[in-house]
T-cell receptor, first 117, second 112 residues
Framework: GAVVSQHPSRVICKSGTSVKIECRSLDFQATTMFWYRQFPKQSLMLMATSNEGSKATYEQGVEKDKFLINHASLTLSTLTVTSAHPEDSSFYIC?????????????FGPGTRLTVT | LAKTTQPISMDSYEGQEVNITCSHNNIATNDYITWYQQFPSQGPRFIIQGYKTKVTNEVASLFIPADRKSSTLSLPRVSLSDTAVYYCLVGDRGSTLGRLYFGRGTQLTVWP
């Protein structure tokens, strides 16, 4: 149980285009999902907290107009990288908390490798 | 969230026990200690969580002294597949926000 999927696993796009990444909780409902990015040989950096039915909360320094987050249902959150540039190339990971358990545990997706050319 | 400090890297051999220590001097009363494991190009995986004393599950043990200013993740009889980055995080489990802030982690390399 407690599986989180991401789609796509890899994506290559041209500079200036937008890319959407989906994060789904497959066997549980998640009121809250989180988005991270990770550069090579570095740790995960929390970008934003995605709340079902409300606006996302962005961490300091993360451009909310560039990284659009939508959490339309209890099992789906999407991250759209708008007008992508090569410096946006990174590994994007989502995670989710099971709303029915009172646990600190977050279930992470497998990640999406974004390459902007 | 309380800041954590871990060794950047550790080496071990197959079959040995590995202990990774994490310092969290500013841990708060409501904070729990959680460890995650991450393989290259994958999302982190939950290993173990504890508040005080000792916690054990099928993959690891977590030792937490009385002052809770540090914790030790113990991996018994490691194998090559345990080569990964291990992250120690400290935070309020009861927080409705539940945000996680990852430190640098410890790169564990297991040699044959």
């Amino acid at each position: 149980g407690a599986v989180v999927s991401q789609h796509p696993s890899r994506v290559i796009c041209k500079s200036g285009t937008s890319v959407k990444i989906e994060c789904r909780s497959l066997d549980f409902q998640a009121t809250t999902m989180f988005w991270y990015r990770q550069f090579p040989k570095q740790s995960l950096m929390l970008m934003a907290t995605s709340n079902e039915g409300s606006k996302a909360t962005y961490e300091q320094g993360v451009e909310k107009d560039k990284f659009l987050i939508n959490h339309a249902s209890l099992t789906l959150s999407t991250l759209t990288v708008t007008s992508a540039h090569p410096e946006d190339s990174s590994f994007y990971i989502c995670s989710a908390r099971d709303r029915d358990t009172w646990s600190y545990e977050q279930y992470f997706g497998p990640g999406t490798r974004l390459t902007v050319t | 969230l309380a800041k954590t400090t871990q060794p950047i890297s550790m080496d071990s051999y197959e079959g040995q026990e590995v202990n990774i220590t994490c310092s969290h001097n500013n841990i708060a009363t409501n904070d729990y200690i959680t460890w995650y494991q991450q393989f290259p190009s994958q999302g982190p995986r939950f290993i173990i969580q504890g508040y005080k004393t000792k916690v054990t599950n099928e993959v690891a043990s977590l030792f937490i002294p009385a002052d809770r200013k540090s914790s030790t993740l113990s991996l018994p009889r490691v194998s090559l597949s345990d080569t990964a980055v291990y992250y120690c995080l400290v935070g309020d489990r009861g927080s409705t926000l539940g945000r996680l802030y990852f430190g640098r982690g410890t790169q564990l390399t297991v040699w044959p």
